[in-house]
């Protein structure tokens, strides 16, 4: 079972005027088996701790650790992130042009598992996965996400979920997006992914609409920069009807 310990985190990224603070210390451990929804006010540093997970470069760690299994993330690259364990779905998935969906995935897969799946095992076990998430076959065929609609890219990523088997799986606002019927199905196939082994996910999202069908362990409250709060599954219900006025001094910090 793996543990994901974020301690002390720190993170800049560049702007006009400088370097501008975006987190401001982060403290947080998700272990095999638990869900943490984190909630809070646009602009309060959810997506940047995403980001600063997976190693985007954009964003500047100034401060702080991240360990996987007591192994420092913060001295991988991003392939070496993703081949400990690490996964983050985004919340706007890129589109690649010229590269199918069929070669990105086994190529992914290669790249995590250090050996090719074997074919005829492999075009099982992808037109299952993408049987469970609706995905038409002809998909396999298509470039990575051109010409996808919203829901269709969601899917995309929780297939990827799905295939690369992590340890710790951060979703960045998967319901983002997504009409009724996408977000069951999305949903439904994170919730195959945790029942069927001790992944840790980390759920980053607004509303509450994602947790009425992926029920969290813990709900963390983030607000300038920092978790503020941490609950319950009522506490997103709370946060629902009375959004996040009592945390507002933080929000406008991080702004």
Known sequence: MSTLEIKDLHVSVAAEDGAKEILRGVDLTIRGGETHAIMGPNGSGKSTLAYAIAGHPKYEITGGEVLLDGEDVLAMSVDERARAGLFL????????????????LRSAATAVRGEAPKLRTWVKEVKGAMS?????????????????????KKRHEVLQLS??????????E??????????????????R?????DVG???????????????????????????VESGGADLANELEE?????????AEAAS
Do not use: C, W
């Open 163 to 172: 295939l690369l088997k992590p340890k710790i799986a951060v979703l960045d």
């Open 174 to 191: 998967t319901d983002s997006g997504l009409d009724v019927d996408a977000l069951r199905v999305v949903s439904q196939g994170v919730n």
């Open 193 to 197: 992914y945790r029942a069927a082994g």
């Open 132 to 152: 469970e998430l609706d995905i038409d076959p002809d998909f396999a065929d298509r470039s990575v996400n051109e010409g996808f609609s919203g829901g269709e």
């Open 89 to 104: 779905a985004m919340q706007y998935p890129v589109e690649v042009p010229g590269v199918s969906m069929a070669n990105f």
């Open 242 to 250: 009375n959004g996040y006025v009592k945390y507002g001094a933080g």
């Open 201 to 227: 996910v980390l759920l980053i999202t607004h509303y509450t609409r994602i947790l009425k069908y992926i029920t969290p362990d813990v709900v963390h409250v983030f607000a300038g920069g920092r978790i």
